[in-house]
């Protein structure tokens, strides 16, 4: 049984399933330097959704990409089910790697343009010994694909057969394919039409609902992190200046820039609800 499990089997969510102290992340050296993110405390619950938004540059992806060991910190540390990801080296690394996956912006940079779909997604699957047969492979792939509400055949057409949209559903799908307990979503709508972004914010809202799956959903837009997260932390030069329930950010922010941000959503009420 998972530590984080009660004997009902649902999780723990007093207990934070990634949680940070003192964070920072700081690229180049001496005057070049970039700090980043600058010393952040937070923690996400398993299950919870926290969505993480402020203006482009303030280091979103930083964080997010420190919290799954893609950037090493510079100092300050990154803890998992309770243990540092720094540390984590070979195997421990490879099953840490299985439960925290991440979706990216654009999902057509993500998905390499030669192989079909059903391949991108098998290719996971592999790498990390799943699915020991090709049979059982192809039809795990299939039910992805389901999952995400694509056609299983889908799984031979190659990425360029499908809209925006479809690709980010299969980049799901694949985030997907290893049953991971923490996701990144680092602007997963931000690139598509507006049209569709409703919906990938439902398949996201589902996915999370049926999955139970911790999500940092990161984006500029406090409409799109409202749709899907229940708590939200705004970020502003690399620092968290306001944490709290999404409907107390978006309905009684505190900070300035909290306001400042909210005044540029034109109706943050009714986006990406019930679409
Ligand atoms: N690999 C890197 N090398 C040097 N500087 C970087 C690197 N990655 C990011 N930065 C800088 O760090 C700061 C934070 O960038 P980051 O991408 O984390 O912000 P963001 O809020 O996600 O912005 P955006 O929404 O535009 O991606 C920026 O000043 C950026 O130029």
């Known amino acids: 049984m998972n530590a984080m499990e009660d004997t009902s089997g649902r999780k723990d969510r007093r207990i934070p399933l990634v949680e ?4 920072e992340v700081t690229y180049g050296t001496g005057r070049e330097k970039v700090r980043a993110v600058r010393g952040v405390d937070l923690a996400i619950a398993p299950g919870e959704a926290l969505g993480l ?8 992806s930083s964080l997010g990409r420190a919290l799954l060991r893609l950037e090493d910190p510079s100092s300050g540390e990154v803890l998992f089910e309770g243990s540092p990801v720094t540390g984590l080296r070979g195997a421990a690394l490879k099953a840490f790697r299985r439960r925290a996956q991440i979706i990216f912006q654009d999902p057509f ?3 390499n343009p030669r192989l079909k779909v059903g391949r991108a997604i098998e ?15 192809r039809r795990r792939v299939r039910e992805l694909l389901d999952d ?6 889908f799984a031979d ?3 360029h ?15 997907l394919a290893l049953d991971p307990v923490f996701l990144v979503a680092d602007e997963p709508v931000s690139a598509l039409d507006v049209s569709v972004q409703a919906n990938i914010l439902d398949l996201l809202r589902r996915i999370r609902a049926e999955r139970d799956i911790a999500m940092l959903f990161i984006s500029h837009d406090l409409a799109v992190v409202r749709a899907v997260c229940e708590r939200i932390a705004v970020m502003k030069d690399g620092e968290i200046v306001e944490t709290g329930t999404a409907d107390q950010v978006c309905d009684r922010p505190r900070h300035a820039y909290t306001k400042k941000l909210l005044s540029a959503v034109p109706d943050l009420a009714g986006i990406g609800e019930g679409a």
Request: hydrophobic content about 30%; glycine content about 20%; overall charge positive.
């Open 161 to 175: 057969e499908f809209s925006g949209g479809q690709r980010q559903r299969i980049c799901i799908a694949r985030a």
């Open 20 to 23: 940070t102290g003192g964070l």
């Open 109 to 111: 940079g993500s998905l």
């Open 157 to 159: 057409r190659y990425p």
């Open 53 to 60: 938004v402020g203006e482009s540059g303030c280091g979103k």
């Open 123 to 137: 290719e996971v699957l592999h790498i990390h010994g799943l699915g020991a047969d090709n049979p059982a492979r």
């Open 148 to 153: 995400v509400g694509l056609e299983p055949a």
